[in-house]
């Protein structure tokens, strides 16, 4: 048979906003979460294998870690946060990829009187 000719697909860019947003709703853990996150550039980015090797530098985790070694205890987020703030239930790097931006950042969680203090420490 033949092979048909795929046309480019149509689709709408993926733009960064920025801003501000908070949700206020009870938790069943009663944790608060909180996240920051800024602008990379998107799959085909010079900023797409920094932010990766980035990402697993600071790597993370919760407080909370059944087993030994290779559960990121090591890592830069598990060993300035998790292990100096006795409040910080998590604390873990991000990346997410689009065709055109994306963003990296540091999300976490705490106990609700916490929140203050755990957005200055991932900031």
């Known amino acids: 048979g033949s092979l048909k000719q795929e046309t480019k697909s149509q689709y709408i860019?993926?733009?960064?906003?920025?801003g501000m947003h908070t949700f206020e709703?009870?938790?069943?853990?009663?944790m608060?979460?909180?996240?920051?996150?800024?602008e990379v550039g998107g799959w085909h980015s010079d900023?797409?294998?920094p932010g990766c090797v980035l990402q697993t530098l600071?790597?993370?985790?919760?407080?909370?870690?059944?087993?030994?070694p290779?559960?990121?205890m090591y890592s830069r987020l598990y060993r300035q946060v998790l292990n100096r703030y006795y409040?910080?239930?998590a604390a873990e790097a991000f990346t997410m990829f689009h065709h055109e931006s994306g963003l990296i950042g540091i999300s976490g969680?705490?106990?609700?009187?916490k929140s203050r203090d755990l957005a200055r420490v991932i900031t």
């Open 109 to 113: 969680s705490s106990k609700g009187d």
């Open 87 to 89: 409040w910080a239930d």
């Open 32 to 38: 608060t979460r909180v996240g920051i996150g800024l």
């Open 58 to 68: 600071l790597g993370g985790g919760s407080s909370f870690s059944a087993g030994g």
């Open 47 to 49: 900023d797409l294998v």
């Open 70 to 72: 290779g559960k990121g």
């Open 25 to 30: 709703t009870a938790t069943i853990d009663g």
């Open 13 to 18: 860019p993926s733009t960064y906003h920025g």
